[in-house]
């Protein structure tokens, strides 16, 4: 009888191929959007107080009261959920999107690669 791989690996394989290019496409594709918007915005002149009002966590005040009501703990994990939250914009998250399809695809390529072989009969 003859041996061959088994449709797992190849499924995995295949599976691997298709997150990646569609992965490293998405990020491409957010990243060159991110791009345009960047330059929209530079395009556009505002002026500092006007940055200030669209976003009140830039100010000193803004920042005490965070201070004041929850100390330094509270200041640190305002800058972290801010931090997160800029993942999920711009070049950011397409540099997310790369990483992300790469270590899926190579999950998926390890995961082929451990599948167990098939057994081989000598055949009757």
């Known amino acids: 009888m003859k041996c061959s ?8 394989r ?5 997150i990646l290019v569609l992965g490293l496409g998405s990020a491409v594709w957010i990243y060159t ?3 345009e918007e960047l330059r929209a915005a530079q395009n556009e002149e505002e002026s500092a107080s006007s940055v200030f009002l669209r976003h009140p966590e830039y100010t000193k005040k803004y920042q005490r009261n965070l ?3 929850g100390g ?3 200041v640190l994990a305002d800058r972290f959920v801010r931090w997160l939250e ?10 997310l999107v790369a990483s992300a399809s790469i270590a ?8 082929a690669s451990l599948a167990p072989l098939p057994e081989c009969d000598g055949g009757s």
């Open 5 to 12: 791989l088994p449709g797992r690996r190849a499924a995995l």
């Open 14 to 18: 295949i599976l691997a191929v298709a």
């Open 33 to 35: 959007v991110a791009q």
């Open 67 to 69: 201070e004041l009501y």
């Open 72 to 74: 330094k703990a509270n």
């Open 86 to 95: 800029s993942l999920g914009e711009g070049e950011n998250l397409a540099y």
């Open 104 to 111: 899926l695809a190579l999950l998926c390529l390890v995961g």
